[in-house]
């Protein structure tokens, strides 16, 4: 979507030149109106009230907020003068009222006053206790498009610890991120971006939660957010989610406009591949299936059609442990890999497969020539049950070693991996020292028992003595 008036229908292009001309005669008089609501106790515009006064922001609340309106401004954009920037904010109030020019007019209105009242200016400066970090983010990188990708784990919602002072301050901290991706990205780039990414993660959530805070903070947010920040989403990803809540949102779905319905993506535990279409692959998060080790730099190939890509690991001795990570827009399954070794420089290799599909770690084991899975020198490697292919194999024999990579699709595709090999003997002294901290743990704790024990005879050799003379006294 483009908030740009080329973009447009000739009804469009009517439509938005009439809400400029409204903006430029009018000025004032919105200025006016807008005092008015925020002078009215019971204003309309209100979808959530300030925060409470607790130790866990640093939040000025509106009642010390003069109520006279200055400027009109949204999101850094002045809406006193004309130019493309304030075109786009239009626009988006528009499509939000489905260019029905009344309707867009009064939801400016309602916003520019439910931000006085809030106190939206400075929200930005408000500090949110730590466990918020664990419910939300926004990710350091964007998708494909430069748009910021926020996202939402509501499986880390404890109600008890989140909402233990009520709901407000949890919907504050919504505008609060919101106005942190508008004001990182959007207002930077001069709004030639314009929406951004979200992604709610429903990994064990279950929907039989019924906890009244959640659906009072749910309703407050969506209210909010739904009034004051009209068309700001490019697309919104449901991952994770259960297959009853699959049908339950597919069904809300039906509901919506057919634009807003287009930007819903319900992918389950099966996002990976979706969410490749918008998000590079360096640039997704581990916990949502991303790389575990960024520190190495992550390898692109493309591989064509039932060939390979060989990684030449050169000569590795018994100390080392193969690590390996790869993961492609295609199904998982057209993927295959392969570790080749030749012992002792003999003519004669291993070909140790990596399993693609294997959705949990192999009950053989992935390194015993014994195995059932070794077939004609053919080992069978366990991996993490993740998103993407990835595990470890800790080498038995010096030899030289390759990691080959297949692509088993009809047609070329794109991989990116990262291979490298680390050191046992880092991670034995690791243990070492560990075991050495332990020790010395436990002789501490024996002395202090001893020390304890010892103090213990003195007192009671003090108490039977005190008892004798209690006795003597009265004899």
């Known amino acids: 979507m483009s908030g740009f008036v080329n973009d447009l229908s000739q009804l469009q292009k009517n ?58 401004k949204i999101w850094s954009v002045n809406l006193e003068k004309l130019s493309n920037q304030r075109d786009i904010v239009l626009l988006k109030f528009l499509r939000a009222r489905d260019f029905k020019l009344d ?23 408000e500090e949110f206790p730590e466990y918020y970090k664990e419910i939300g983010e926004i990710w350091t990188k964007p998708d494909i498009d430069g748009r910021p990708i926020m ?53 064990d959530v279950s929907i039989f939660r019924t906890d009244s805070r959640i659906k009072q903070a749910s309703n ?9 920040y009209p068309e700001l989403l490019a697309k919104k990803f449901f991952i994770n989610i259960p297959w009853i809540l699959e049908k339950l949102v597919s069904a809300f779905s039906m509901l919506t406009s057919e634009r807003t319905r287009s930007k819903f993506i319900i992918c389950s535990g099966t996002y990976r591949e979706k969410l490749l279409k918008f998000v590079d692959v360096d640039n997704i998060p581990q916990r949502l299936g991303g790389f575990e080790d960024n520190s190495i730099q992550i390898q ?46 003999s003519g004669s290799s291993n070909n140790i497969t ?18 059932p899975s070794n077939i004609s020198n053919n080992i069978l490697l366990a991996i993490k049950p993740k998103e993407f292919n990835s595990g470890s194999i800790q080498i038995e024999d010096d030899g030289y070693y390759k990691f080959s990579l297949k692509n088993h699709f009809n047609e070329p595709v794109e ?50 003595e005190k008892l004798d003379n209690d006795h003597v006294a009265l004899i």
């Open 415 to 464: 991989i990116h991996y990262r291979v490298c090999t680390k050191s046992r003997l880092t991670q034995s002294v690791n243990l070492i020292s560990k075991d050495l901290e332990n020790t010395k743990i436990e002789k501490d704790n024996q002395i202090i028992n001893q020390l304890e024990k010892e103090d213990q005879e003195k007192l009671d050799n003090q108490e039977k």
């Open 151 to 203: 996202v939402n784990y509501y499986h880390k919602i404890n109600p008890d610890v989140v909402f233990k002072d009520g709901v407000s301050q949890f919907v504050r901290w919504k505008v609060q991120q919101m106005e942190r991706a508008i004001h990182d990205t959007l207002i930077p780039s001069n709004w030639s971006i314009e929406d951004l990414v979200v992604i709610h993660d429903y990994k």
């Open 354 to 371: 990596i399993e693609g599909t294997s959705p949990s770690p192999s009950p053989s084991s992935p390194s015993s020539p014994s195995s």
């Open 103 to 125: 309707a867009a007019k009064q939801m400016l209105i309602n916003s520019l006053a439910w931000r006085k009242q809030f106190n939206v200016e400075n929200i930005l400066n």
């Open 300 to 345: 692109v190939v493309k591989i064509e059609s039932q060939k390979n890509h060989i990684i030449d690991l050169g000569k590795l001795d018994s100390d080392k442990t193969i690590e390996w990570e790869f993961t492609s827009k295609v199904f998982q399954k057209d993927l295959s890999a392969n570790i080749i070794s030749s012992i002792n420089g």
């Open 220 to 228: 407050q947010t969506i209210t909010a957010l739904q009034d004051n």
């Open 15 to 72: 439509e938005l030149i009439k809400f400029n001309e409204y903006l430029d005669e009018n000025i004032e008089q919105i200025k006016k109106d807008i005092e008015s609501k925020l002078n009215t106790p019971s204003s309309p515009t209100t979808t959530s009230t300030p925060p409470e006064s607790t130790t866990t922001t640093t939040t000025t609340t509106t009642t010390t907020t003069t109520n006279q309106i200055s400027e009109l």
